[in-house]
């Protein structure tokens, strides 16, 4: 098939043109939330961006298989090895068991993913499911020796590749190393970013859940459930790999390293990565300010498809600083699209010359580095432009597979005083008149599907002897 779609790919620093390993399919992955606690809006920039990936995969004709990890152990509070578990903390916080912790934050993540209309990956694999897997990969790479065993833990030996900063320009590089002079000194360690495969004698006594191994009762580190969940459902390639951009080092960048030392060949091609969310103070996190999610903005009355319209407005790659009055400007221009969408007749002839411009005028815009803020000026412009309802209304339809913001299926919101607004109101008088019309020719199937077509829309007829009066239900 052709390939059109565009995007930036971390690994080469530049935006390329997508071409998959097998005509037709993309193998996805993407790194899942840490379930000690809900996710916060911020995370779900991330899923709401990489959705928009997929969907715009499956748009153009790709068959995707997308897998998703669940991650509920070995997640420690530093994205390196320090810190305690992240699900240790949020069960203690809790008073509960990690087990439950994950159950519960496990649902509302999806629930929240729901609610933003995220479609849920095709295989969703908790980390704590493939404990075999991850020790399987862990002797494998002992045995090639690019791991070993220090003071209890398995630790993957950086040194032992070509390249350990794959991601990274050289003056990036020192940096990196420089960063993790700061971390606390594990002298197990033989080189310094050497990073945990396995941990058993740490200073992590209190972990609750702990399995057998070769090495003792312990649990794994976190980067080594991405390489084997990934391989697990999807082989040992992969076409696209997606995260946050906080996740390029060091988690990211050990998947790889463990990944190619693994199979002995380059494992992922395409590393897609999404800017963070802001507040005014800078990155957005749980522990920092007001814990912004999905449920409370809710409570403060925004329709969670509101914060997708937020984030498919801006690009990718930039970092997006959230604010209120953004979101309501949002809401407002949402509430309206919705209504302007509602008052198109969908019956009619469709014109396919114009269906297939605009259509193509979309794709473009999303094939651009998935430049979706381009793609809602499309559904604009289409919205003006001089075609039948019809035809508007099956693009808006079409567009909305990618969307994903409820264009053709959201209530009409009332306005303040519970009245509608004037092009609302335009538009049923306009087709009370086609209804009396339709009566006059004795053309009754017309007349009753216009009163069907303004039921939908939630608007009752009411014939009178003054005439037909209309209400909203
Ligand atoms: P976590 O649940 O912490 O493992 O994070 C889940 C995903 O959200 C990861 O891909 C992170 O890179 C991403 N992420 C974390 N913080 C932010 C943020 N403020 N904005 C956007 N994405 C984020
Ligand atoms: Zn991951």
């Known amino acids: 098939m052709e390939n059109k779609l565009s995007f930036y790919n971390t690994l080469t620093r530049q935006v390329e043109r997508f071409v998959p390993r097998e005509d037709g399919k993309v193998a996805m992955y993407t790194c899942g939330p840490t379930v000690y606690h809900y996710a916060h809006i911020g995370n779900l920039r991330c899923y709401i961006m990489e959705d928009l990936l997929e969907k ?31 699900m240790l903390s949020g069960a203690r916080r809790e008073h509960k068991t990690v087990m439950e912790i994950a159950k519960f934050y496990t649902d509302a993540f999806f629930d929240d993913c729901a609610k933003l209309n995220i479609k849920t990956p095709d295989v969703v694999e908790p980390a704590t499911n493939c404990i075999d897997e991850f020790i399987h990969m862990i002797e494998v790479l002992i045995q090639k020796g690019y791991a070993y065993e220090s003071g209890g833990n398995i630790y993957f030996d950086t040194s032992k590749l070509d390249e350990y900063y794959v991601f990274s320009s050289q003056s990036e590089k020192e940096l990196l190393v420089g960063v993790r002079d700061d971390v606390g000194e594990d002298t197990n360690k033989r080189n310094k970013s050497d990073f945990v495969l396995w941990f058993t004698k740490s200073k ?9 191994s070769p090495w003792g009762l312990g ?10 969940i990934s391989m697990k459902h999807l082989g040992e390639y992969m076409d696209i790999h997606c995260g946050g951009v906080d996740n390029i080092f060091p988690h990211h960048t050990n998947e790889i390293a463990q990944s190619e030392a693994y199979t002995g060949h380059k494992w992922c091609r395409y590393w897609f990565h999404v800017h963070h969310l802001n507040d005014k103070s800078g990155k957005m996190s749980k522990s920092k300010g007001e814990f912004l999610t999905v449920s409370l903005l809710e409570k403060k009355n925004y329709d969670p498809l509101v914060y997708r319209f937020f984030c498919l407005q801006s690009h990718y790659r930039k970092p997006l600083e959230f604010s209120y009055d953004v979101l309501d400007n949002m809401g407002a221009a949402y509430d309206k699209l919705i209504k302007r969408i509602n008052t198109l007749d969908k019956d009619g002839a469709i014109d396919e010359a114009a269906y297939a411009e605009y259509r193509k005028r979309f794709e473009d815009a999303l094939c651009d580095d998935l430049n979706s803020a381009m793609a809602i000026t499309v559904l604009y412009d289409m919205l003006k432009a001089d075609i039948s309802d019809a035809t508007k209304y099956a693009l808006a339809k079409s567009f909305d597979e990618v969307l994903s913001l409820d264009l053709t299926t959201a209530k009409v919101k009332k306005d303040e005083d519970g009245g509608v607004d004037s092009e609302l109101e335009e538009y049923i008088t306009g087709k009370i008149e086609e209804r009396r019309n339709a009566k006059k020719e004795k053309d009754f199937a017309r007349a009753d599907a216009i009163r069907n077509e303004l039921l939908e829309k939630g608007i009752v007829l009411e014939d009178t002897r003054e005439g037909t009066k209309w209400k909203k239900i």
């Open 56 to 86: 715009t995969l499956r748009y153009i004709g790709y068959d995707v298989k997308r897998v998703m990890n669940i991650t509920d152990v070995g997640h420690l509070t530093s994205d390196a090895d320090t810190g305690e578990d992240k």
């Open 204 to 212: 992590f006594d209190a972990q609750e859940l702990k399995w057998e």
């Open 219 to 228: 649990y794994p580190g976190w980067h080594i459930e991405c390489s084997c």
